[in-house]
């Protein structure tokens, strides 16, 4: 059964987004300086390998996993030269048979297509080892800009209410095809923390996300303010998408 991907070029779909990837190659950059050593590392939906350059160095084994064989057979071209790099075509909930597995586990922009947490996290539960790491991404729903949005029509309680929101469009729903969940970092936390994980540490990233802000000035100018504002807004968890480090305890 082909996946949603295989019908859509995501590779294209960066090449506008040259700031956004770099903002997510930067925090996972630092959050790996925070570990001491890990063997074999997961990427779960790793598509065509966007973010291999960001931990390429510091695992042993590189597993590939996502659904979209359309995405792995470019990842595969792009990393044919690399022995350490594996390859698994699988939704995440069939990544369960990859029991106590790896050390570390990265998912990015995944989460927003998952509508159950807890099976979700409960499969990473199973096929990390104890004390191995977790860096997950996803889509902030109590984001700044949504914020003031919802303040000025009249929502004043939506800071707090950590239910998540469906952003996915009438015909996306129409078709029955992924969803697009916008989730409240406290919800993610709390969810994390049931099952069986310990949060090191929370990231706002992609903090001037901005069509206008990238024509007007260069992608390294915005990257010296982001490097920056990653540790400023993180304490208010205002930014558009939360970066999570964090630990299945042991």
């Known amino acids: 059964m082909a996946a949603a991907y295989d019908n859509y070029d995501y590779p294209m779909y960066w090449k506008s987004r ?16 925070k570990v001491n050593r890990f063997n074999n590392l997961i990427d779960i939906g790793a ?4 973010l291999v350059p960001a931990y390429y160095y510091r695992s042993k084994k590189i597993v590939l996993s996502d659904p979209s064989s359309k995405l792995l057979s ?49 499969v990473i539960n199973k096929i990390l080892l104890k ?21 000025f029509e009249g ?13 996915s469009s009438p015909k996306s729903i129409k078709k029955k095809s992924l969803p697009f969940i916008n989730y409240h970092p406290d ?7 049931d099952h069986g994980f310990e949060i090191v540490e929370i990231k706002s990233v992609s903090n001037i996300r901005s069509s206008l802000l ?14 920056n504002l990653q540790n400023i807004f993180s304490f208010l968890k205002i930014g558009p998408s939360i970066f999570i480090l964090t630990r299945k305890r042991g």
Request: overall charge positive; hydrophobic content about 40%.
């Open 47 to 50: 598509g065509y390998g966007r």
């Open 18 to 33: 040259e700031y956004e990837h770099a903002s997510e190659i930067m925090i996972i950059k630092k959050f790996l300086s």
């Open 187 to 193: 919800q993610v936390m709390q969810k994390l923390q």
């Open 155 to 167: 929502d004043f309680t939506y800071p707090i209410t950590i239910w998540p929101i469906d952003r």
């Open 74 to 122: 470019i990842a595969r071209k792009k990393y044919n030269n690399s022995k350490k790099i594996s390859y698994i075509h699988s939704s995440l909930e069939n990544l369960k048979i990859y029991r106590n597995s790896f050390d570390m586990v990265l998912m990015v922009r995944v989460l927003h297509h998952i509508k159950d947490l807890d099976v979700a996290f409960g």
């Open 131 to 151: 004390n191995g790491y977790l860096i997950l991404e996803f889509p902030n729903k109590n984001h700044l800009i949504e914020i003031i949005r919802q303040f």
């Open 214 to 227: 990238k024509r007007m000035f260069p992608t390294k100018l915005l990257l010296d303010i982001e490097n």
